[in-house]
């Protein structure tokens, strides 16, 4: 098992607020907590303290050969900010998604979208995700971008706003979205490990519905 610690001064190159001067632990992530074949299931707990104006949240990352990833809400709530580039294009959105998840919902991460978890609540967020062993994770991007196309900050009332990240040349409407059903078909996890096999399943369309 691998435990690692994400503190406030990590995520300097991707925070809306850049002036912060605290540090302390933004989230923690235990790898390889379990195993099923070539798969591998981690956990991530996102604690509640604000950085700045923005909502507490993950580095975000793309992955480097675009495979899928699922996830599930064990405790609190989460968006997941998830934005896809044209190809060639990494400054130029070609769709963005904004995920509202709650206990026990599963989300998956499509394959080419990148992925950016945000706490928006007042107590701890706690996840696990199952993704092939083999992965890897490319955080380049984001550091060079100042992290995703938005941020989500808290406003006036607990409002959450929503602020586009002018690193990016171009940035589409944010799209909001909850989970359907989970497919039974995917059930056995074998999309995680060929993707093509479920491209049917595995569509915004299929897997969410947009909320207002």
Not at 29 to 53: A, C, H, W
Not at 64 to 88: D, R, V, W
Not at 118 to 132: A, D, K, P
Request: net charge negative.
């Amino acid at each position: 098992m691998e435990k690692e610690q994400k503190r406030l001064n990590n995520l300097k190159p991707v925070l809306y607020n850049q002036g912060l001067t605290d540090d302390f632990v933004v989230y923690d992530v235990e790898r390889n907590k379990d195993k099923q074949g070539s798969l591998r299931k981690d956990f991530t707990l996102i604690y509640p303290q604000m950085l700045g104006e923005e909502f507490p949240k993950t580095f975000g990352h793309y992955h480097k050969n675009s495979e899928p990833e699922l996830y599930e809400i064990l405790e609190g709530q989460a968006f997941f900010l998830c934005q896809k580039h044209y190809k060639n294009l990494p400054l130029e959105i070609e769709e963005v998604y904004l995920i509202q998840a709650k206990k026990e919902d599963k989300i998956i991460i499509l394959p080419g979208f990148s992925m950016t978890t945000i706490n928006y609540g007042e107590t701890n967020t706690l996840m696990s995700n199952w993704v092939h062993d083999e992965i890897e994770n490319e955080y380049g991007l984001f550091s060079e971008t100042h992290g995703a196309c938005y941020y989500i900050l808290k406003g006036d009332n607990n409002e959450i706003r929503f602020v586009k990240n002018d690193s990016y040349k171009k940035i589409p409407e944010l799209i909001k979205l909850k989970p359907k059903i989970f497919p039974q078909e995917l059930e056995d996890l074998d999309f995680l490990i060929t993707p093509e096999k479920y491209q049917n399943f595995l569509t915004v369309n299929n897997l969410y519905e947009k909320i207002n």
